[in-house]
């Protein structure tokens, strides 16, 4: 059974940095791209940025691009996200997604339950 | 504001069909399979439509996606209850070279 469990959010104060976990398994993790999404408050979805099976090519939203960074550790069924420079409009629920392909695509075929990030002093 | 439209909201009666639309460009839907997701409230997202218009197993044929030029559509026919939900495309975009979704169309069946 594919499960994606989500880890590390809570509540930040602005400019400051957190990192997101999202620790998958019940399927070979480093033959898939994963993704973050989030959903701000009374939002849509929102794509963050997403990863290459092989961590060899990362993707990047305009509005993250240059404080976030995706990785995700093979050996370990881990992917991250490393964010920084955080401000009140990053606050939201962020989704840990697997694509269906080892390139990003949007075929997210499961997706973790989310960790709720708030930005605020 | 979305690179791909849907409209905000959709309503419609038990048992009624209805349809969301999703507009996009040459760089994305044109070019690019589409996806449909529903996501309930505090809940993850859930795969629709595949590909413009493969349905996942489990998800039921009341639920259908198409796709043409740079517009998409996913139909939902007799409708139920539970379908209350917010509903979202999503595709490529070799522009942006990134994800996009669309803005989401909440229904609410009356």
Known sequence: EVQLLESGGGLVQPGGSLRLSCAASGFTFSSYAMSWVRQAPGKGLEW????????GNTY??????????????????TLYLQMHSLGAEDTAVYYC????LGVPTGYFDYWGQGTLVTVSS | QSVLTQPPSASGTPGQRVTISCSGSRSNIETN????????????????????NQRPSGVPDRFSGSKSGTSA?????????EDEADYYCATWDDSLSGVIFGGGTKLTVL
């Open chain 1, 60 to 77: 990047y939203a305009d509005s993250v691009k240059g404080r976030f960074t995706i990785s995700r550790d093979n050996s370990k069924n």
């Open chain 1, 48 to 55: 963050v940025s997403a990863i290459s099976g092989s961590a």
């Open chain 2, 33 to 52: 399979n589409v996806y449909w997701y529903q996501h309930l409230p505090g809940t993850a997202p859930k795969l629709l439509i595949f590909r413009n």
């Open chain 2, 73 to 81: 559509s996913l139909a939902i026919s007799e409708l139920r209850s």
């Open chain 1, 97 to 100: 997604a697997k694509d269906r």
